[in-house]
T-cell receptor, first 113, second 113 residues
């Protein structure tokens, strides 16, 4: 069984640019969540997608947006990149049913210069 | 609003010694509780979870945690530390069905030979 995969592994962008990060959920999982983990901190919830619709959002500005596709894969888009957007971006998928456990991918390390 | 406090950003133990990582939460409704481990340059791996039922939860790699409602705690323990346990550990909470995790700031565990 393939776990959650993310691409790319690393990315370097310039302030003001736009970036798209990709996530493939674990087989059978229909909910995808995105988290931002700054260096030395715990992950912060960005938003969650269920059935291709946003299903909850954390305290992040609208320039953070996302998509979920019919195969449950997902994208995170960030516009007008700022230096503080430099972080590890983690995608997590969840199976149907109760429990709330999430299974994380290896993350994408984004550096904004 | 829910929050998670992990006491001690760094914990150092000797190989073979007891591991105790502390987690306290605040939540206005019964929470689901989780412990995750993160090895360097990797995503988060689920160690164990508490949803309902038995308050002592056993997880992978010999770890266990006890949910104490009166103390709003969910401390993680392992009777005997192994060198391979050296990693960052995160406690997280969610409200039933919301599937958005709130993480603590993490505890880095060092295991001395």
């Amino acid at each position: 069984e393939t776990g959650v995969t993310q691409s790319p592994t690393h990315l370097i962008k310039t302030r003001g640019q736009q970036v798209t990060l990709r996530c493939s959920s674990q087989s059978g999982h229909n909910t995808v969540s995105w988290y931002q983990q700054a260096l030395g901190q715990g992950p912060q919830f960005i938003f969650q997608y269920y059935r291709e619709e946003e299903n909850g959002r954390g305290n992040f500005p609208p320039r953070f947006s996302g998509l979920q596709f019919p195969n449950y894969s997902s994208e995170l888009n960030v516009n007008a990149l700022e230096l503080d957007d430099s972080a590890l971006y983690l995608c997590a998928s969840s199976p149907p049913g109760p429990g709330d456990e999430q299974y994380f991918g290896p993350g994408t390390r984004l550096t904004v210069t | 609003a829910q929050s998670v406090t992990q006491l001690g950003s760094h914990v150092s133990v000797s190989e073979g010694a007891l591991v105790l990582l502390r987690c306290n939460y605040s939540s206005s409704v019964p929470p689901y509780l989780f412990w995750y481990v993160q090895y360097p340059n990797q995503g988060l791996q689920l160690l164990l979870k508490y949803t309902t039922g038995a308050t002592l939860v056993k997880g992978i790699n010999g770890f266990e945690a006890e949910f104490k409602k009166s103390e709003t705690s969910f401390h993680l323990t392992k009777p005997s530390a192994h060198m391979s346990d050296a990693a960052e550990y995160f406690c997280a909470v969610s409200h039933m069905g919301r599937r958005a995790l709130t993480f603590g700031s993490g505890t880095r565990l060092q295991v001395q030979p």
